[in-house]
């Protein structure tokens, strides 16, 4: 491993704010505690990158959650040992299940003291093991750069996830003249970037077999910046899409709900005869699919006055309710004439159909 000489000693503390300068990180969220206090002494006196005090561990790692999750950029924590380290195991998990790119720095006691029950000591590495995707305790300060560079890259790449990082205090404070390259190489880490090709045939061949496909969008697509892809897929296909939370703004909200709604009606009629049935006895009966303005104060009251028609919500928008009837033409006029004051956006009509009565 090759070693890179540094014009003057250096600190583990100002190494690792050094390489995190260098790998584009420029906040750093935080709770002081004796076991990073020489971390901390460094980031008073480290230019580029900026502290945010918080008020306790997991409320730091949570700010770093919603930091990476709003600027696309990985969030990083830095909490000490012992307590403050298992305070911060919530957060962690949560950027686990949530696929958040996360780098937590947790404070250890002096490496002579590690696994001696020292004070403030705890097993951070192995009561994060299973909530993160890798996580280090760094024994030799020159090994810094090249751990936190690789950590960088294993939170970032693939599906994105936390990685602890432990510092041993006196790993922060110990200087050095050199360190070790920081060049990436894991061979036992390749995350997949590709689909399988057998995976996409059997995909392939379930969606030929199904009469009523549905596909549930996760936030993997977002954090992909797959959506273009999803609506190509959905329309394609002709396939209804729902979203879990992470997912929500996966599929573009400004499709006209009454055209997609209308396109899932007219898939599904098949017209098997047609007859002249004017001068038998029928029934005449017409659908309509209307959007309605519907602010949240006057939601329940339109639900409300629509109950009587029997007619069935099929899409709700945070200004807007869409509304399915079925019924003869004076039924559907009355309820038009119902909602008109509320305001109507959109609206389709099939018009009236005959259905004989033998």
Do not use: W
């Not at 760094?138 to 693939?158: Q, S």
């Not at 061979?187 to 590709?194: K, L």
Request: glycine share 10%.
């Amino acid at each position: 491993m090759e070693k890179i000489a540094l014009d003057q000693a250096q600190t583990g503390s100002f190494l690792v704010l050094d390489t995190l300068r260098k790998l584009g990180v420029d906040t750093i969220f935080g709770y002081p505690g004796g076991a990073v206090l020489p971390l901390y002494d460094e980031i008073y006196r480290f230019e580029g990158i900026r502290h945010i005090l918080g008020r306790h561990e997991q409320g730091s790692v949570h700010e770093a959650e919603g930091f990476a999750k709003s600027s696309g950029k990985i969030g990083v924590a830095l909490v000490t040992s012992g307590s403050g380290a298992t305070n911060a195991i919530t957060g962690i998990a949560d950027a686990m299940g949530d696929s958040v790119p996360l780098l937590v720095f947790t404070g250890q006691v002096a490496t002579p003291g590690i696994g001696k029950d020292a004070f403030q000591e705890a097993d951070i590495i192995g009561a994060t093991m299973p909530v993160t995707k890798y996580n280090y305790q760094i024994r030799d300060t020159a090994d810094i750069p090249r751990m936190i560079t690789e950590a960088v890259h294993i939170a970032t790449t693939g599906r994105p996830g936390p990685v602890v990082i432990d510092l041993p205090k006196d790993v922060q404070e110990r200087e050095v003249d050199f360190y070790y390259d920081p060049i990436v190489h894991l061979p036992s880490y390749q995350p997949t970037v590709e689909p399988n090709g057998l995976q996409i045939k059997k995909l392939l061949q379930a969606l030929s077999e199904t009469n009523s496909p549905l596909i549930l969008a996760g936030g993997g697509v977002n954090y992909a910046g797959a959506q273009e892809e999803l609506l190509a897929f959905a329309e394609c296909y002709r396939i209804p899409v729902v979203s879990t939370l992470l997912g929500l703004g996966s599929m573009p909200i400004e499709i006209d709900e009454i055209e997609q709604i209308t396109k899932q009606l007219n898939r599904q009629i098949d017209v098997v005869h047609v007859r002249d049935i004017t001068d038998i006895p029928h029934l005449e009966r017409e659908v309509l699919l209307v959007k309605i303005s519907a602010p949240a104060h006057k939601r329940a009251e339109i639900l409300a006055i629509i109950q009587p028609f029997r007619a069935g919500v099929v899409d709700v928008a945070p200004h807007s309710i869409t509304i399915q009837m079925t019924g003869d033409s004076d039924k559907i006029e009355a309820i038009l004439r119902v909602i008109q004051p509320y305001g109507i956006k959109n609206i389709a009509r099939t018009g009236a159909t005959g259905f004989s009565r033998d």
